[in-house]
C-alpha cells in the first residue's frame, strides 16, 4: 500500500486568532480545495477546545457537509489530531472530568469512523505531559479504558508523547494492544534531543504515523531542514521497519497568504528523502 502523504488541518489559510495551530473555525471549509491541488491525499483534522462547538465532526449535519467535501474533491479526513485533550487532559483530573473527557474521546471515534477517519493522535505533551509516576499511571487506565472504544470503531488511538524511549515503550509494553500506536513527530523528537535510532529501537514495532516538522533543540518549531531533526536518520529508520503508514505534515508556517505555495515545497522537501 503506498504511503499517503497529508497535512495538519489549519494550515492551507491563515492562522487564526493569533494561534498557531487550531481548528479555522471561520475557513474550515476553503481547505478541502487547495489540498486537492498541492496535492494532498488527506487533511488530519484538528478536534480542539477553540472551535469544539462550531467543529463538523461534532454533529450530524457538520458530518453530512465533511462527507459532501471530501466526496467532491477526493481529499480525505484521514486522521484528528485531539487537541481537545490539551486543554482538558486525561491525567491530572477528577474522576467526574475524566469520565466526561473519555465519553468526548469516544464521540470522536464514533463521529470520526462515520467519515472515514483512521486513527485518532492523542497528545500526552505539553499542558497534558505525563510527567509523574502518578501521571504514568492514570495514563495506563485511562488508555485501557478507551480501547473498548477503539475496538467499537475500528478506529486506532496514536499517542503523541514527550516521554523517553524507554519509558515510552514501558507504557506500550503495558498496553499491547494492535489498535493503539505511537504517532512519531519529528520535530517534537529533535527538540526533546531524542535520537531516532533509540527511539525505533525502543518501539519501531508500535509506530503507526507520522508528524514532520522541524524544531530546535529545546525550542520551537522552524522551517523545514533548519532544525535539530535529522531527516536522514529518520527515514533510514522508517525504510528498516519498512513503514507503510502515513505522513502529516505538521510544519512551521511561511508568509501568511503563500500557505498553497509553502505547502507545496514542503511537500517536496519530504518527497525527496521518501520514494515508496
Known amino acids: ?38 496535492p494532498f491525499d488527506y487533511i488530519e483534522w ?5 472551535g469544539h462547538d462550531i467543529n463538523p465532526l461534532g454533529s450530524l449535519a457538520g458530518m453530512e ?13 484521514g486522521s484528528v489530531c485531539a487537541d481537545y485533550f490539551m486543554d482538558k487532559p486525561l491525567v491530572r483530573c477528577a474522576e467526574k472530568e475524566l469520565d466526561e473527557r473519555l465519553q468526548e474521546l469516544a464521540l470522536i471515534l464514533r463521529n470520526g469512523h462515520a467519515v472515514g477517519v483512521n486513527r485518532v493522535v492523542v497528545p500526552f505533551v505539553d499542558a497534558s505531559v505525563i510527567g509523574s509516576s502518578e501521571d504514568f499511571v492514570a495514563a495506563q487506565d485511562v488508555l485501557k479504558a478507551a480501547m473498548p472504544f ?7 488511538i496514536h499517542l503523541e508523547t514527550s516521554l523517553g524511549p524507554a519509558e515510552f515503550a514501558r507504557l506500550l509494553d503495558r498496553i499491547p494492544h494492535p489498535k493503539l500506536k505511537v504517532n512519531y513527530d519529528s520535530g517534537n523528537s529533535a527538540s526533546l534531543g531524542f535520537a531516532p535510532a ?24 522552524v522551517p523545514l531542514g533548519t532544525g535539530n531533526t535529522d531527516f536522514v536518520a529518520l527515514f533510514s529508520c522508517l525504510e528498516k521497519i519498512e ?4 505522513f502529516t505534515l505538521q510544519v512551521a508556517r511561511g508568509i501568511c497568504g503563500d500557505e498553497f505555495a509553502w505547502a507545496k515545497q514542503n511537500l517536496a522537501f519530504v518527497r525527496r528523502y521518501w520514494h515508496n
Open 65 to 77: 457537509r465533511l462527507k459532501n467535501l471530501i466526496e467532491s474533491t477526493g481529499v480525505r479526513i
Open 243 to 246: 513503514y507503510r503508514g502515513d
Open 1 to 38: 500500500m503506498a504511503t499517503k502523504f497529508g497535512i495538519m488541518e489549519g494550515r492551507l489559510v491563515p492562522p487564526e486568532d493569533g494561534r498557531f495551530q487550531c481548528f479555522p473555525r471561520e475557513q474550515w471549509e476553503s481547505e478541502f480545495a487547495p489540498a486537492a491541488k498541492v
Open 46 to 50: 484538528v478536534y480542539d477546545l477553540y
Open 198 to 221: 533509540n527511539e525505533f529501537a525502543a518501539y519501531g514495532d508500535r509506530i503507526g504515523s507520522v508528524h514532520i516538522k522541524d524544531r530546535v533543540l529545546n525550542g520551537g518549531t
Open 150 to 156: 477503539a475496538e467499537e470503531t475500528g478506529i486506532e
